[in-house]
T-cell receptor
């Protein structure tokens, strides 16, 4: 069966510090991978998605970047965090076909202080 | 791109009553419509989905209806229970083109079921 791991679960970081959130998927190959952010107000904002190793599409300009060094590994990074980067970050994977569900990780609660 | 609108943003019902959440979408090419439930501090989980060749789908107390002509779909929860309290998201997906596989989410509905 397929599983998705996301860590850490919670993180408190000072303004200006770097960030690295990691997500790995097991039990599938060539998944589409996604990073979402969920701020207060509950909406799921798509930040990045990837259809293959080294292929990253950014949905919104921001202080964050993403990388996919391996087929089932997706990393969200920042060189210098801002207060506005606080939120709940979710990684998800999906099969390539259009009509299939996305599977979400358990999320990382990031607080920038 | 696709735009998904979801209403209401909050919904409170008494235990045992029914709850209905409605979504509309803009792109007629969308053909897959999942619904997710998100409990506090957790990632969303799929509860039911429907494809465009079907008008209604049921799974115990949960049902989803789709009207492709009007471009709207709805989630129906009957005999609600306190454990149904959560945030619910609708989404739409297009199965072809440059946005293949991308899910467009509504803004979510906070459902509260009072005992």
């Amino acid at each position: 069966s397929q599983t998705i791991h996301q860590w850490p679960a919670t993180l408190v970081q000072p303004v200006g510090s770097p960030l690295s959130l990691e997500c790995t998927v097991e039990g599938t190959s060539n998944p589409n991978l996604y990073w979402y952010r969920q701020a207060a107000g509950r909406g799921l904002q798509l930040l990045f998605y990837s259809v293959g190793i080294g292929q990253i599409s950014s949905e919104v300009p921001q202080n964050l970047s993403a990388s996919r060094p391996q087929d089932r590994q997706f990393i969200l990074s920042s060189k210098k965090l801002l207060l506005s980067d606080s939120g709940f970050y979710l990684c998800a994977w999906k099969r390539r076909s259009g009509d299939t569900e996305a599977f979400f990780g358990q999320g990382t609660r990031l607080t920038v202080v | 791109g696709e735009n998904v609108e979801q209403h209401p943003s909050t919904l409170s019902v008494q235990e045992g009553d029914s709850a209905v959440i409605k979504c509309t979408y803009s792109d007629s090419a969308s053909n897959y419509f999942p619904w997710y439930k998100q409990e506090l501090g957790k990632g969303p989980q799929l509860i039911i989905d429907i494809r465009s060749n079907v008008g209604e789908k049921k799974d115990q107390r949960i049902a989803v209806t789709l009207n492709k002509t009007a471009k709207h779909f709805s989630l129906h929860i009957t005999e609600t229970q306190p454990e149904d309290s959560a945030v619910y998201f609708c989404a739409a997906s297009i199965s072809a083109g440059s946005t293949l596989g991308r899910l467009y989410f509504g803004r979510g509905t906070q459902l509260t079921v009072w005992p």
